[in-house]
C-alpha cells in the first residue's frame, strides 16, 4: 500500500506540474504561446551556441502576422514564420544565442510585434555561462533539505494592473536519489510549477511561476511560498521556509488617450529631496514632503515603498484638483550604517503622467 501511495503522488504530483508548465499564456483573445521565458540554465562558455523555439497557436477566427521580432543583443539571432497563421494553426520564433559574450549570467529581450495586439511582447531568454562545470551546491547554494536555488528572493519584474507576469528559474536536487516538490500557503496571486517533478538525483529542473495582478496589491511587494520535499518542510540557511517572489505592479493607463492621459491627476512637488543634514545614530528622521495636485482629476497614491529597513509614513490623502497635500515618512536610523545616507522613497499613483514617483532622503548618521 505504501508503494501504490508513493506511485499515485508521484503521478499526481508529474500531472499538476505539467498542468502548470505545459499550459499556454494567453496573448491575446485568439492567441497562445507555450512560454514567454526560456531559462538554458548553465552552459559551458566554450560548448557553442545554444537555441530554443517559442510556439505561438492561434485559436481565433482570422489569420495573425508575426510582424517582427527584435533582440536586445546582436549576440541572439531570431527566425520567425512569415507567413500568416490561419486559424488552428503554429507559428514559431526560434532562438540561438551565441554564448560568446563570456563566462557571465545573460538575460536578453525580444520585443515581438503581433498582429490585432497593441503592445509589443516580451518574450526572455536566459541563462548562466560558465567556464566549467561546477558543483550544484555551488552553483544552487540556498538549501531547504536536498532542494536547492540560486537565491531565496526571486525577482519578477514589472507589470501592470490587469496582466499576468510569467518567470522562470532553474531549481536543482542535490541528494542522490529523486525528490518530489510540493508548495503550499502559496499567495492566492501566485501559481508555481517544476517540470521535471520529482527532480532526478543530482539533477536541474525548471521552475516556473505567474503572478496575477490585483488591485489590492500596488507597488513592490513580495509574494510568498513554503516548498514541501518529500512531504517535509526545511528551513534554508538563514532560517526561513517560505521562498519570495517579488513584482512591481503599477496602474495600466493603455485604455486612455494622449488627450486623457495629459488632462489626469498631476502632482508637483516642492521638492523632491529632503535633507536631514547631520543627526546621531538611532534618531528617527521624520522627512516631509509636499506636493500639488496641478491636473483636472483626483490625485491618488496606492502605495509606498522605501528601500530602508525600519520606517513608516503618514495617511496620503487624495488630492482634488488643485489642493495641496504634506505627508511624512519617519526613518528608524539604528539599523543604518554611520555616514552618508541616501533612502529612496517611491510612491505608486493613478496619474497617468507620474504613474511612478521616485523621492529622496537624504543626509549624514555620526
Known amino acids: 500500500m505504501r508503494r501504490t501511495g508513493h506511485i499515485i503522488s508521484i503521478f499526481t504530483g508529474m500531472l499538476l506540474s505539467c498542468l502548470g508548465i505545459c499550459a499556454q499564456e494567453k496573448l491575446a483573445n485568439s ?56 486559424p ?14 563570456g563566462a557571465y549570467p545573460f538575460d536578453k529581450t525580444l520585443t515581438t510585434y503581433i ?9 526572455k531568454v536566459r541563462g548562466v555561462s560558465v567556464e566549467k562545470d561546477k558543483p550544484l551546491s555551488e552553483s544552487y547554494p540556498v538549501t531547504y533539505g536536498p532542494f536547492a536555488l540560486r537565491e531565496s528572493l526571486i525577482k519578477c519584474g ?11 528559474v532553474m531549481v536543482a536536487n542535490l541528494s542522490d536519489k529523486p525528490i518530489e516538490v510540493a508548495f503550499k500557503d502559496t499567495h492566492k496571486n501566485l501559481t508555481v510549477s517544476i517540470k521535471p517533478n520529482p527532480i532526478p538525483a543530482r539533477s ?26 518529500d512531504g517535509k518542510v526545511y528551513s534554508n540557511q538563514e532560517g526561513r521556509q517560505t ?24 502632482p508637483v512637488f516642492k521638492e523632491g529631496t529632503y535633507s536631514f543634514g547631520k543627526i546621531r545614530h538611532g534618531e528617527t528622521v521624520h522627512a516631509s514632503f509636499t506636493f500639488k ?12 515603498n522605501t528601500d530602508a529597513r525600519k520606517w513608516s509614513h503618514s495617511t ?12 511624512r515618512v519617519h526613518l528608524d536610523t539604528a539599523d543604518l550604517p554611520a555616514g552618508e545616507h541616501l533612502t529612496i522613497v517611491t510612491l505608486t499613483t493613478n496619474s497617468p503622467l507620474r504613474p511612478i514617483v521616485n523621492l529622496f532622503i537624504a543626509g549624514y548618521i555620526e
Open 243 to 266: 521562498i519570495g517572489i517579488w513584482a512591481f505592479t503599477r496602474e495600466n493607463f493603455s485604455h486612455l488617450s494622449q488627450e486623457e492621459k495629459a488632462a489626469g491627476p498631476k
Open 158 to 168: 514589472n507589470m501592470e494592473q490587469g496582466e499576468q507576469k510569467s518567470e522562470a
Open 293 to 304: 495636485n496641478e491636473g483636472k482629476e483626483g490625485f491618488c497614491v496606492y502605495k509606498v
Open 316 to 327: 496620503i490623502p487624495c488630492a482634488n484638483p488643485g489642493e495641496e497635500v504634506t505627508f
Open 204 to 229: 536541474t529542473a525548471e521552475m516556473k511561476f505567474s503572478i496575477k495582478s490585483d488591485r489590492t496589491v500596488w507597488g513592490k511587494h513580495t509574494y510568498y511560498m513554503t516548498p514541501v520535499v
Open 88 to 101: 488552428g494553426a503554429k507559428g514559431k520564433i526560434s532562438v540561438t544565442y551565441s554564448n560568446d559574450e
Open 31 to 86: 492567441l497562445e504561446i507555450d512560454k514567454t521565458v526560456h531559462n538554458f540554465g548553465d552552459i559551458i562558455h566554450k560548448s557553442g551556441p545554444v537555441s530554443c523555439t517559442f510556439t505561438i497557436t492561434n485559436k481565433g477566427s482570422k489569420p495573425a502576422v508575426i510582424y517582427n521580432v527584435i533582440s536586445s543583443c546582436g549576440c541572439t539571432d531570431v527566425e520567425w514564420t512569415r507567413e500568416p497563421i490561419r
Open 115 to 123: 498582429s490585432d495586439i497593441s503592445k509589443p511582447i516580451l518574450l
